[in-house]
């Protein structure tokens, strides 16, 4: 059984930053491809960023770009989002989620078997 661990949230003010790191138990995480998603209260889960099994392709939703960078060290069997100069919007459960699926990146929630139980991050203005 896969098992994903997130830590690296917290409170920060806006303009801060902070980086999010998810552990992924196993032997097999240069498989996998990996997603960061998070969720507002009273919102849908939505798609931050995905990075590939390499690690050289990525892809990120437009309202982070340039603010979220995500990466991956497969020797450390993890996945780590710096998210920089964030905003009271930013504010909430971030979740990694890893697949083995053959495509590249994943963008959607049901492309993800596995998920980590979530950190939350809130931004005050």
């Known amino acids: 059984q896969v098992q994903l661990v997130e830590s690296g949230g917290g409170l920060v003010q806006a303009g801060g930053s902070l980086r999010l790191s998810c552990a992924v138990s196993?032997?097999?995480?240069?498989?996998?491809?990996m997603g960061w998603f998070r969720q507002a209260p009273g919102k849908e889960r939505e798609f931050a960023a995905a990075?590939?099994?390499?690690?050289?392709?990525?892809d990120y939703v437009d309202f982070v770009k340039g603010r979220f960078t995500i990466s991956r060290d497969n020797a450390k069997n993890t996945v780590y989002l710096q998210m920089n100069s964030l905003k009271p919007e930013d504010t909430a459960i971030y979740y990694c989620?890893?697949?083995?699926?053959?495509?590249?990146?994943?963008?959607?929630?049901?492309?993800?078997?596995?998920w980590g139980q979530g950190t939350q991050v809130t931004v005050s203005s």
């Open positions: 990075i590939s099994r390499s690690g050289a392709s990525t």
């Open positions: 989620a890893a697949d083995s699926d053959l495509r590249r990146l994943g963008y959607k929630p049901y492309e993800y078997t596995y």
């Open positions: 196993g032997r097999t995480f240069s498989t996998y491809r």
